[in-house]
């Protein structure tokens, strides 16, 4: 199993930022049930020194609902080359 590294997001801000309109995936997890949309809106910057990630989710999704009862999630960015079909879900 691959292992966590720590990451300065500012040094693939650029990247990330490219990437958004592409799709990126965000993954949450609320009772036992894990949930990953494709998010093609979203925004990276820091707001009074935290970096912050906002993303852009319909109401009516189901990761909503999951989010309303754990509002923690990862944001996951595909770079270089990957198979597109993990965005299209």
Do not use: C
């Not at 309303?68 to 079909?85: A, I, S």
């Amino acid at each position: 199993m691959p292992q966590g590294r720590d990451v300065d997001y500012r040094e693939y801000a650029g990247q990330i930022v490219s990437a958004i309109p592409k799709g990126v995936l965000l993954t949450t997890k609320a009772e036992g049930r894990v949930n990953t949309m494709t998010i093609g809106w979203g925004a990276l910057g820091t707001n009074w020194s935290v970096p912050m990630f906002e993303a852009f989710i319909r109401l009516h999704r189901h990761t909503v609902s999951l989010l309303d009862k754990n509002p923690e999630f990862t944001v996951n960015v595909p770079l270089g080359d990957f198979d597109r079909k993990i965005v299209g879900f």
